[in-house]
């Protein structure tokens, strides 16, 4: 196990404020996919914009991407970054803060779209305290590296997603109504999906990938390269939607793709230097994660050249579920079981029986899941370009299956 993450370092989180985000995302996971159920006759149809859709899509979204993201970042920041976090008291503060905002703010979505505007001051607020924490941590790094680079840059993207999100609850509390809103409502996916969550993944993965792989000896000039393209591409396409050109929204589409071409690649070559022949399954599925990202960016940018906002609409959703909630259900399944062993049996090897990393989950039941995820993603891909009202309905109940499934099996570590 120490071949996979690093030793103690002295500068790890008390194992409680990660595990608080991570039970608190896994339930909103499972809560969300259930929503779901009662709109399949309208996103099977491609409408996305509802109020019930979107008071789901943020509980999967914040409640269980955002808050997962956060607890993995005060696990991983100190172990990544040799960084103790700046301050454990205000992180438990920030995630009542967060939690309770999220709640209020899905809510609020749901039952009043034009009333979301207060809720999201306090999401807003635990986002901020969130922000400031980690950049007073990332402060006293001595030695600034790539990774830096990604998550730093992630999290700027994170408060300005918010700000975005906050102007968006703005407008409906203030306009009653959804006129004018398109660039706001532009920048707020455009910051959230490809500023936040796929810099912040692409930072952590060049972490993950050689420890979970082994690998030695590999560059990591090339995510320089990964850096400049995907920023220049956000960069362009954030200038498209004031200047509303298309070639421009193109050439941004081009720019993200070609920086997710040249990560993909980097994290073959990654792999092609380790050491462990036979990874595990959760680490694979996480992998083919990004051969999903890889594919959805060639296909967005096909859809922004021919115009088709209904096949955009539906890269979207699948962007969300296929890239960012399948990396973090993959790294989920990875690390929650080795945090829960670290804390209750790394000091009693030796002195008492106990129960090996891999007896901590059912990897069976996990393999399982795993091919059950990938087989929901592909039914859904068709059931959304054919608006099949039938088979976005199977589709939906096998993700919400899914995510209930999930849930228990990580809920299920902790009773190990």
Known sequence: MSNVFPTRTGTETD?????????????????SQLMLLGAIPSLSSGAFRLPFVWAAAHLALLGFALMTAMGAMYQLVPVAFLTPIWSERLGFWQFAVTAAGIVAFAVSLAAAPNRAF???????????????????????????????????????????????????????????????????????????????????????????????????????????????????????????????????????????????????????????????????????????????????????FAAIVVGSGRLLGIIVY????????????????????????????????????????????NERAVTVQCRLWLIALALAAVALAVASVPLFAITQVLLAGLSVAFAGTILTVFRK
């Open 118 to 300: 207060l809720p999201s001051l306090l999401l807003l607020l635990g986002i901020i305290l969130f922000v400031w924490q980690m950049a007073m941590t990332l402060r006293k790094q001595e030695t600034k590296n790539v990774m830096t680079l990604f998550v730093a840059t992630s999290l700027l993207f994170l408060l300005l997603t918010a700000a975005a999100g906050g102007l968006l609850a703005f407008h409906f509390f203030a306009a009653k109504g959804a006129n004018s809103h398109e660039v706001v409502f532009g920048l707020h996916v455009l910051f959230g999906l490809c500023g936040w969550f796929t810099l912040l993944i692409i930072g952590f993965s060049y972490k993950m990938a050689p420890m979970f792989s082994l690998a030695h000896g590999f560059s990591l000039r090339p995510a320089r390269y990964v850096y400049a393209l995907y920023i220049s591409g956000i960069a362009v396409a954030f200038a498209s939607l004031f200047l509303r050109s298309h070639a421009w929204l193109a050439a941004g589409a081009a720019l993200l793709m070609s920086g997710f071409v040249v990560f993909a690649w980097h994290i073959r070559a990654i792999l092609q230097k380790r050491m462990k022949k036979t990874l595990d399954r959760p680490f694979r599925f996480s992998l083919s994660a990004i051969v999903i990202g890889l594919a959805l960016h060639v296909a967005a």
């Open 318 to 361: 699948l962007f969300i579920v296929g890239w960012i909630l399948f990396s973090i259900i993959g790294y989920l399944l990875k690390i929650v079981p080795f945090l829960w062993w670290t804390h209750r049996y790394s000091e009693k090897v030796g002195q008492q029986n106990v129960p090996t990393l891999k007896q901590m989950m």
């Open 15 to 31: 194992v409680r404020l990660p595990f608080s985000f991570i039970m608190f995302a896994v339930l909103a996971f499972a809560a």
